[in-house]
């Protein structure tokens, strides 16, 4: 892998190699009439690329940048995977705490990452506000509607880097690239801490 030692480096490439060759492939569900259907969301490499290019462009905007630690509170998603290309394409540090956990050693966890944002789908805000989970997080983002806490929204912000262009922070080897929280089933949850070696190494093999 040339340039930077990036666990998002590959993603550009890969939208070179094969722009047109699905990413992923995401279940959803939309209204139809007065009923539910089922559908896949899928995003190619070229649309993967430019629209995390885009988030990370917004959210650099917003003061997540390079080794700023980011709790990430969002299900399984689109918005989730190109959330974390972005993050990694910024060298922000993605917080990551196991949803099994229990919710007192979790705020314990936060606690312990001591975030400067935070990033969530509603229900995470709520409880955030309820459960005072990551007071130190003064930048705040929803994936979804925004209701009466501050910040703004994920698509607001891809919509805003939208003409930012390429975006691939020059990290190095050993710089952090994201804090993984355990489930605690043996014990006190404790903050794992990879490196983007430790990602590009994986990647490689």
């Known amino acids: ?63 997540i940048g390079r080794g700023v630690r980011t709790v990430v509170m969002v299900r399984p998603s689109p918005e989730f995977f190109l959330l974390m290309f972005a993050l990694f394409k910024l060298g922000a540090v993605p917080v990551l705490v196991d949803p099994g956990i229990d919710k007192r050693a979790l705020k314990q966890c936060l606690d312990e990452a001591q975030p400067e944002a935070f990033i969530g789908i509603p229900l995470a805000h709520v409880a ?9 997080a003064t930048r705040l983002v929803t994936v979804g509607r925004r209701l ?13 880097g939208a003409s930012g262009g390429p975006m691939l922070a020059a990290t190095d080897g050993e710089d952090m690239a994201a804090i993984l929280f355990t489930s605690g089933s043996t014990g006190v949850p404790k903050g794992v801490v990879y490196r983007h070696r430790h990602f590009v190494g994986q990647i490689q093999l």
Request: aromatic letters at 6%.
């Open 148 to 160: 009466g806490w501050g910040g703004t929204t994920l698509a607001a912000l891809e919509r805003a």
């Open 128 to 136: 955030r506000l309820a459960l005072r989970w990551a007071p130190s």
């Open 1 to 63: 892998m040339n340039g930077p030692c990036n666990i998002a480096a590959r993603l550009p490439e890969l939208a070179r190699e094969r722009p047109d060759q699905i990413a992923i492939r995401c279940p959803g569900r939309r209204g139809a009439g007065n009923g539910m259907a089922a559908y896949d969301v899928t995003l190619d490499y070229r649309q993967l690329d430019a629209r995390s290019d885009a988030m990370a462009a917004g959210l650099a905007g917003y003061g």
